[in-house]
């Protein structure tokens, strides 16, 4: 008689076929964290580069200035090209360009997407047919790394007329890149710890939180910490972040993405720890695993980091006490385009080229809005049966409209620049296109090199009105006006300055701040609800009442209302009254209007200055 072995027919926990299954995908696991971690890094998880523990950077599309997705096609534009910035005392290795997005092409057409490193092509892909999402890798060499500056430009192309004859010459592609999706990584050697990294690490949408002094009941502390977080907000409102202010109980949706505002002490109390031997008015510190930027003084030369020009690239330790100096105001009736951003240089233009320059009325001389535009156009004789043509707008509106006629030398188009299309901030395209009189498949399409000149210029000085004729007031200087009560609620009132006092402030113009104290002789920016003593304005909030000429409504729940006021002394400036809890309200384009109400997350009512509502946009008249 034979007997089994007892443990021949021992149940086992899993059978050895499901054991070498799992072992087999934890390698795989294993060897794909190791070749591409960008997998396992979420595509949208925050507003800003992050430096998580020390090891790993991330700075997204939206970060770089981009609060938008980029779009690629034949209606808006075949190439785009933005810069990405990296810290420049933390070492960053083994950085890469993840394009993230949506793509769509024909079958018919063949499509590539190029991208371009500091200049060089370091990828081309086609573009797969019908609709696909997008995800690319590109490697960024070293080098294109040390000066603290990643060019990217991506780029359509295709040979949609070579090969066959088509009616078009579009390539019929939408290409998407998500602006939290794309991004570039890479590994950090070292926390981030100077104040210019910490600077650079800031995202696109930044949050103030406000920490007083603790026992402050009569909210007199306040008061220093509420210029400060104002004049904070102001300086990175204007260089395009998107700011929001909580108090100290609100919420840091990202610490990277966040500055603290308060003495040390109160700071100390949510668990941020300054950098070790760190001193001055402006710190870096720790708050958990992320390195966060802190203004601890109530100086009025804390937004310096936060200008552009420069000022923090040379912040290379965990400490800065800036100053500043008062320059002296723009004069004359003249203000160079490139001063204001407008690239001067040769570029390729095959069908058409468009530039943009945005420019603020409180930027310009006077601070008053210019009468037209002087341009200066360089491009080559054109071959026969073809010319130059140019268009010029205003804030999306056409204001003219040219054939350049002295190709080979500058041709000079003056382009007026009505006051009925003028705003506080204001956007001027320029698009050069070359027309033909002829078509067909034997056609070649070739680049030529044109330029706008360096004398492009904004002239003239023209009266603005209602909201546009504040900068012009304001230009010598403005005082800031705020209640008592509005210490009383810190979060609340620099919500309600910040969008305001950027659109009229200067770029380097310096505030002012009064306490208790209602205007009188000076230009002015009030915070406070009318009917004000001394104070003539078109719209009153009385209770929860909202009244204007012929208006007699329930007044919103949260939002802003902005308008243009007057003393008794004649005295010209701003009235801004905060309902309810303004930190999320967009304010739209400031034009002639006298006053704006603007509710959360609604479209803006406005008044012109009697008081009257107008429709907004202006009712059209159906066609017949």
């Known amino acids: 008689m034979t007997h089994e072995d007892p443990e021949s027919t021992r149940a086992t926990w899993l059978p050895r076929r499901a054991l070498l299954f799992f072992a087999l995908v934890a390698v795989l696991v294993l060897v794909f964290v190791w070749l591409r971690p960008n997998w396992f890094i979420p595509a949208s998880g925050g507003d800003g580069p992050t430096a998580t523990a020390g090891t790993d950077f991330v700075q997204t599309l939206s970060t770089a200035g981009s609060g938008d997705d980029v779009v690629l096609s034949d209606d808006n534009t075949t190439s785009s090209s933005f810069t990405f910035t990296r810290p420049q005392d933390a070492r960053v290795t083994d950085t890469r360009l993840i394009l993230s997005g949506r793509s769509q092409a024909e079958v018919s057409r063949p499509v590539f997407l190029k991208v371009f490193i500091d200049g060089a092509m370091r990828h081309v892909e086609r573009l797969g047919d019908g609709k696909r999402e997008l995800d690319i890798e590109v ?16 780029r359509l192309s295709g040979a949609s007329g070579d090969e066959q004859c088509v009616p078009d010459r579009e390539l019929g592609a939408l290409v998407v ?75 840091v949706r990202d610490g990277n993405s966040t500055i603290l505002i308060g003495p040390v002490t109160a700071l100390a109390g949510l668990g941020w720890e300054p950098t070790d031997g760190a001193t001055g008015s402006i710190l870096t510190g720790r708050l958990g695993d992320r390195s966060v930027l802190a203004v601890v003084g109530t100086s009025g030369d ?48 095959t069908r058409s080229r468009a530039w943009r320059v945005a420019y603020s009325l409180a930027d310009l001389p006077g601070g008053r809005a210019p009468q037209s ?51 506080v901030r204001n956007q001027l395209t320029i698009t050069v296109s070359r027309d033909r009189d002829i078509a067909g498949c034997q056609v070649r399409e070739a680049p030529y090199s044109v330029a706008l000149s360096p004398d492009s210029a904004l002239v003239g000085r023209a009266e603005g009105a209602g ?17 008592a009560v509005a210490a009383r609620n810190p979060a609340q009132t620099v919500s309600a300055l910040v969008p305001a006092l950027a659109e009229f402030s200067g770029l380097y113009g310096s505030l002012e701040f009064v306490w208790e104290r209602t205007p009188d002789g000076r230009p002015f920016v009030l915070l406070g609800a009318m009917p004000i003593a001394g104070i003539a304005a078109p719209v009153a909030l009385s209770g929860d009442r909202l009244e204007a000429a012929g208006v007699d409504v329930t007044s919103m729940s949260n939002g802003l209302v902005l308008q243009t006021a007057a003393t008794q002394s004649g005295a010209t400036g701003l009235l801004i009254t905060p309902v309810g809890d ?13 006053a704006l109400i603007v509710p959360t997350g609604g479209r803006a009512l406005v008044v012109d200055e009697a008081g009257r509502v107008v429709p907004h946009p202006p009712e059209r008249t159906p066609p017949p």
């Open 139 to 154: 490697a960024i060499p070293q080098r294109a790394v040390e000066d603290n500056a990643i060019d990217v430009q991506v």
């Open 177 to 251: 890149l998500d602006a939290r999706g794309t991004r570039v990584t890479g590994d950090l050697d070292s926390p981030l710890e100077s104040v210019r990294d910490v600077v650079t690490g800031l995202g696109q949408r930044v949050t103030l939180r406000i920490v007083p002094p603790e026992g402050d009941s009569s909210g007199e502390l306040a008061r220093g910490w509420i210029e400060t977080a104002t004049r904070v907000g102001v300086a990175l409102t204007r260089e395009g972040y998107e700011v929001r202010v909580v108090d100290a109980s609100g919420d």
């Open 302 to 349: 804390v937004t310096v980091p936060f200008r552009a020009g420069g000022a923090d690239v040379i912040a290379d330790a965990a400490f800065s006490t800036p100053r500043t100096q008062e320059t002296e105001p723009r004069r004359g009736s003249v203000m160079s385009l490139a001063e204001l951003g407008l690239d001067t240089s040769a570029v390729q233009v």
């Open 373 to 423: 535009a002087r341009l200066g156009f360089q491009v080559p004789p054109a071959p026969p049966g073809s010319r130059w043509l140019t268009q010029i707008q205003l804030n999306g509106q056409l204001v003219a409209s040219r054939v350049l006629t002295a190709p080979g030398t500058t041709d000079w188009v003056d382009a007026p620049l009505p006051a009925a299309a003028t705003q």
């Open 467 to 483: 909201f546009t004729a504040l900068p012009a007031a304001f230009a010598s200087g403005f005082e800031t006006a705020l209640p």
């Open 582 to 594: 303004p930190a999320d309200v967009l304010l739209p384009p400031l034009g002639r209007e006298a």
